[in-house]
């Protein structure tokens, strides 16, 4: 008997002619859809208006790669961060963000990551393998449900900000993209999602050629050539002369303002020189800045003072930069930026 298919990676016109196949009607295939990408659930026992015999066909020709929740830990300031294992063993995290009026979820998009950035505690994991897209939606879909039970309201925000490089997983990212906005998914505005990367330079250019809709955020970290090969590794490969060519491409063709993450480390990138760098490097495209506070636990580099970065903001300010100063939020359950290393496994 031929291997079992994940029901998630195939289309609706493939699941219409299976039904088809078997002497079903077509518009099962319409309910059966439902199920699986609308009410998210994930096995076919749960699919109680198609009759038994569909599900006993569908259940021996396809499954369910899903995540498992594994362990979750609350943070005191109401951040939540789950592990899950994955079909074969791995395990990644996701993390529920609440605020006064949002309901963000930071998903992972490969299991470890290669491009070793010296701040980030995922990076020091080995990379394994690339989630699906199933597998990607899966977190999305279970910060769903938890916003829903917790507080009553939908997820807002997704960042694609977790375990992972998520242009080094292009078309898996894509494509849980492209369901988690479909009107016959979760229905979310693409404007909500923003994805993340250290500066994967012919895939920012990708992303502008396919025209991609979602928000893009570049991990900057300070706009010294030397400084950010010292920090990130991929800088040695793509530096920041690459990475202004792919940003002013991305801006030219989609019209989009760019997301620059700027992680504030102590003596290391934020004086009022780096500043000054970091005013001119933005000036090749409109942008936001977000200078995020960093938890130094476990870490070979301190958090800059609370008076350097607004200081370091203020200075920006001054060009007319748009710039806000984010607190790391879930720090007592190391599910901050750069946090995420599996620690529970
Ligand atoms: S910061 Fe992102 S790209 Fe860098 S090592 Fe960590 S997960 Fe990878």
Same mark, same amino acid.
């Given at each position: 008997m031929?291997?079992?298919?994940?029901?998630? =990676?195939?289309?609706?016109?493939?699941l219409s002619d299976f039904l088809v196949e078997k002497g079903e009607k077509k518009f099962r295939a319409?309910? !059966?859809?439902?199920?699986i990408w609308k009410k /998210?659930?994930?096995?076919?026992?749960?699919?109680?208006?198609i009759p038994l015999k569909i599900r006993n066909f569908l259940?021996?020709?396809? +499954?369910?790669?899903? !995540?498992?929740e594994v362990s979750s830990q609350d943070s005191s300031d109401g951040t939540i961060k789950n592990a899950f294992r994955l079909h074969d063993g791995h395990v990644v995290e996701?993390?529920?963000i609440p605020s006064r009026s949002r309901t963000t979820v930071c998903v992972s998009s490969q299991v470890g990551c290669n491009l070793a950035c010296r701040f980030c505690a995922t990076g020091k994991?080995?990379?394994?393998?690339?989630? /699906? %897209? %199933?597998?990607?939606?899966?977190?999305?879909?279970?910060?769903n449900k938890l916003s829903m039970k917790i507080f009553d309201r939908k997820l807002t925000n997704i960042v694609y900000m977790g375990m992972g490089e998520p242009l080094l997983n292009y078309d898996n990212v894509l494509s849980s993209i492209e369901r988690i906005t479909s009107e016959e998914s979760l229905a979310m505005s693409p404007y909500? !999602?923003?994805? *993340? =990367? *250290?500066?994967?330079?012919?895939? !920012? +250019?990708?992303l502008a050629d396919d025209n991609v809709r979602f928000e893009l955020a570049v991990s900057l970290? =300070?706009? *010294?050539? =030397?400084k950010r090969s010292e920090l990130m590794p991929i800088n040695e490969t793509q530096d920041l002369g690459m990475l202004s060519d792919a940003i002013t491409y991305f801006h030219q063709k989609t019209g989009k303002r760019i997301t620059y993450e700027y992680l504030m480390l102590k003596g290391i990138n934020d004086s009022i020189p780096d500043a000054i760098k970091l005013a001119k490097f933005c000036k090749i495209a409109p942008c936001k800045i977000n200078l995020i506070e960093f938890n130094s636990i476990d870490s070979e580099y301190k958090k800059s003072d609370m008076e350097i970065m607004e200081k370091f903001a203020n200075h920006l300010e001054g060009y007319n930069l748009i710039v806000n100063i984010r607190r790391s939020k879930g720090k007592d359950i190391d599910a901050a930026c750069g946090q995420l290393a599996n620690k529970t496994s």
């Amino acid at each position: 008997m031929p291997d079992k298919i994940e029901i998630r =990676t195939i289309t609706k016109k493939e699941l219409s002619d299976f039904l088809v196949e078997k002497g079903e009607k077509k518009f099962r295939a319409k309910q !059966i859809w439902e199920w699986i990408w609308k009410k /998210t659930i994930t096995n076919f026992e749960e699919m109680n208006n198609i009759p038994l015999k569909i599900r006993n066909f569908l259940n021996e020709n396809y +499954k369910f790669e899903t !995540i498992e929740e594994v362990s979750s830990q609350d943070s005191s300031d109401g951040t939540i961060k789950n592990a899950f294992r994955l079909h074969d063993g791995h395990v990644v995290e996701a993390v529920l963000i609440p605020s006064r009026s949002r309901t963000t979820v930071c998903v992972s998009s490969q299991v470890g990551c290669n491009l070793a950035c010296r701040f980030c505690a995922t990076g020091k994991l080995k990379m394994q393998r690339n989630l /699906t %897209a %199933a597998e990607i939606f899966d977190q999305v879909a279970w910060a769903n449900k938890l916003s829903m039970k917790i507080f009553d309201r939908k997820l807002t925000n997704i960042v694609y900000m977790g375990m992972g490089e998520p242009l080094l997983n292009y078309d898996n990212v894509l494509s849980s993209i492209e369901r988690i906005t479909s009107e016959e998914s979760l229905a979310m505005s693409p404007y909500r !999602i923003t994805v *993340s =990367t *250290s500066g994967i330079t012919k895939n !920012i +250019k990708r992303l502008a050629d396919d025209n991609v809709r979602f928000e893009l955020a570049v991990s900057l970290h =300070t706009a *010294s050539n =030397t400084k950010r090969s010292e920090l990130m590794p991929i800088n040695e490969t793509q530096d920041l002369g690459m990475l202004s060519d792919a940003i002013t491409y991305f801006h030219q063709k989609t019209g989009k303002r760019i997301t620059y993450e700027y992680l504030m480390l102590k003596g290391i990138n934020d004086s009022i020189p780096d500043a000054i760098k970091l005013a001119k490097f933005c000036k090749i495209a409109p942008c936001k800045i977000n200078l995020i506070e960093f938890n130094s636990i476990d870490s070979e580099y301190k958090k800059s003072d609370m008076e350097i970065m607004e200081k370091f903001a203020n200075h920006l300010e001054g060009y007319n930069l748009i710039v806000n100063i984010r607190r790391s939020k879930g720090k007592d359950i190391d599910a901050a930026c750069g946090q995420l290393a599996n620690k529970t496994s």
